[in-house]
T-cell receptor, first 112, second 115 residues
């Protein structure tokens, strides 16, 4: 029940296209859902996050869509750029809890 | 304001040996968490330290232990290394344990290879 399942494992998108990464969770106690971006040789960096009281959050080209009833959330990257090529992790946690539960990651490649 | 720094960046150890990894938390941060990231996987929570006390532990055996110092820097110690311990070890710090998971900053990690 602590798992977060992420898909796809890898994704190739043309420059200017929309990248979509999906995650699903089981634990209904989760109340904070961040997305992290990780470049090779670097630690994960917080990209954008959402709480379950809203269905969508947008920051620049990045949007999280959240479906509480389906226990799913997704990251959309609009106008994808080669600099967006990285591994993306969704995560879930309970406010005040000690740990983040991460998905397995999606390796995104944006072709120029 | 300096970020989270980890040392060393890479390390090769032999099975059965012991290893110590180090983390300097971001200035003003009193909470440090450690994660293990196996190749091609998401990070897995090992444990968290808050003001020098362990404040939560994941599903890792006791041979994984840690310390936090008065300056809030931290160490991760692994005894009796096994081949499966080969991974990227990440340290994350945050201003306070109450907000840690919404304001956590990760270091670049230490790549441990056990041969």
């Amino acid at each position: 029940q602590q798992q977060v399942k992420q898909s796809p494992q890898s994704l190739i998108v043309q420059k200017g296209g929309i990248s979509i990464i999906n995650c699903a969770y089981e634990n209904t106690a989760f109340d904070y859902f961040p997305w992290y971006q990780q470049f090779p040789g670097k630690g994960p960096a917080l990209l954008i996050a959402i709480r379950p009281d809203v269905s969508e959050k947008k920051e620049g080209r990045f949007t999280i869509s959240f479906n509480k009833s389906a226990k799913q959330f997704s990251l959309h990257i609009m106008d994808s750029q080669p600099g967006d090529s990285a591994t993306y992790f969704c995560a879930a946690t309970i406010q005040g809890a000690q740990k983040l539960v991460f998905g397995q990651g999606t390796r995104l490649t944006i072709n120029p | 304001e300096t970020g989270v720094t980890q040392s060393p960046t890479h390390l090769i150890k032999t099975r059965g040996q012991q290893v110590t990894l180090r983390c300097s938390s971001q200035s003003g941060h009193n909470t440090v968490s450690w994660y293990q990231q196996a190749l091609g996987q998401g990070p897995q929570f090992i444990f968290q330290y808050y003001r020098e006390e362990e404040n939560g532990r994941g599903n890792f055996p006791p041979r994984f232990s840690g310390l936090q110092f008065p300056n809030y820097s931290s160490e991760l110690n692994v005894n009796a290394l096994e081949l499966d311990d080969s991974a990227l070890y990440l340290c994350a710090s945050s201003p306070d344990r109450g907000s840690w998971n919404t304001e956590a900053f990760f270091g670049q990690g230490t790549r441990l290879t056990v041969v």
